[in-house]
């Protein structure tokens, strides 16, 4: 078994949580179909999220001459298949160019310094692409309702945690990417929560009213939760290191007990619905 299919094997196994020289990344799986061949290949790939739905991925090859054979097909064949954590969805790749390319492969060398010496490497300017879903609304996940959620609750857990780490290691400011990860992260919480807000919770109520006061606790938790993010966004403005890592740490605690208390609640509420 080779490298790349033992990455695959374990992404898919646990959720897009791996080891080895991936452990504590950003990792995605990219499914291309081959230029020549047509055959439909999967590459695990790091990626920075770009906003409005974007992730972009880099054809470094690790730092080889020629651009990989992934880039290759998605330029002849630009639909693909992305697999992030417990989700799937079909998306477009677009060959960023000009200034737009550039000023995203600044975003990446800045905080990641080794995307810089591979481009140096390799003696080829690296090709940076975006990932468009096709489709507006959530990606294809856990078919039943509760598992779906404890998966999305999932992932922005690992993505604060991805998050805190990044604010660390981060120096003496806040660099361009960082700012983008944080306010990513900050538009899908508040997403979240609106269509919870919305849809999810007035179908439990109907269905289970005796979980009323337990879902206007959880209403009241949203508010407090938007208020973080926009303390967040806030001291992401100042660019300072210090004070955006104790926000981080502010809204991990209150999230990570508003999600513990929506899973012990409303897990069972939505297995009882047989949805």
């Known amino acids: 078994m080779d490298f790349n299919t033992q990455v695959i094997e374990e992404f898919r196994a646990n959720g897009g949580r791996v080891g080895g ?11 291309t179909t081959g230029a020549r ?22 054809a470094s090859a690790g730092g080889a001459p020629k651009d990989p054979a992934w880039f290759r097909n998605l330029v002849a064949n630009p639909r693909v298949t992305v697999e992030s954590g417990g989700f799937t969805y079909e998306a477009d790749a677009v060959v960023l160019a000009g200034g737009e390319r550039d000023a995203a492969f600044a975003r990446a060398a800045e905080a990641d310094p080794g995307w810089a010496e591979y481009e140096v490497g390799s003696g080829r300017t690296l090709p940076v692409v975006a990932l468009v879903p096709v489709l507006a609304g959530p990606p294809g996940g856990p078919e039943s309702p509760s598992a779906m959620l404890v998966a999305v609750h999932e992932a922005f857990r690992r993505e604060l945690r991805l998050i805190r780490g990044e604010v660390e290691a981060s ?16 538009q899908g919480l508040g997403n979240h929560h609106m269509g919870e807000d919305q849809q999810m919770f007035p179908l ?8 009323a006061p337990v879902l206007a606790r959880l209403r009241d ?13 806030r001291v992401l403005g100042t660019g300072d290191p210090a004070s955006l890592l104790a926000e981080v ?27």
């Not at 061949?37 to 880099?58: E, F, S, W």
């Not at 938790?221 to 966004?233: F, P, S």
């Not at 502010?250 to 007990?257: F, I, K, P, Y």
Request: aromatic residues 2%; proline residues 5%; charged residues 30%.
């Open 171 to 186: 120096g003496a400011g806040v660099g361009a990417q960082l700012r983008i990860n944080c306010l990513t992260l900050c």
């Open 249 to 275: 740490d502010r809204l991990t605690g209150a999230l990570e007990a508003h999600l513990d208390l929506e899973e012990e609640r409303l897990v069972p509420a939505l297995d009882a619905l047989g949805l």
């Open 204 to 211: 439990v109520e109907r269905r289970h009213p005796e979980l």
């Open 21 to 31: 020289p991936f452990e504590g990344g950003r990792l995605l799986l990219l499914t």
């Open 221 to 233: 938790e949203h508010e407090t939760v938007k208020r973080l993010l926009d303390e967040l966004r």
């Open 37 to 58: 061949t047509g055959a439909r290949r999967t590459t695990p790939l790091g990626y920075l999220p770009d906003g409005d739905g974007r992730v972009l991925v880099i």
